[in-house]
């Protein structure tokens, strides 16, 4: 079982650095390298609406389940 973040994706489609949304969400540049490597073990809803909101996107469009047959 895996979650896939898609950050990446959805930076290059809005054009957007990570710094620039590191400074929109409030989130640390530290913090958000973690979630974008897939290294995180949780994310907050704060932090997930926080990024929805400055991608102008949908949960789904972040975050992916692929199983392990894949």
Known sequence: MAIIINI?????KRKMSVT???????ITMANLSILKNGKAKAIRFSTLEG???ALDCQPGD????RSDDE
């Open 8 to 12: 990446d994706v959805m930076l290059a």
């Open 20 to 26: 620039e949304l590191s400074d929109k969400v409030g």
């Open 51 to 53: 990024i929805c909101q």
């Open 62 to 65: 972040i975050l992916e389940y």
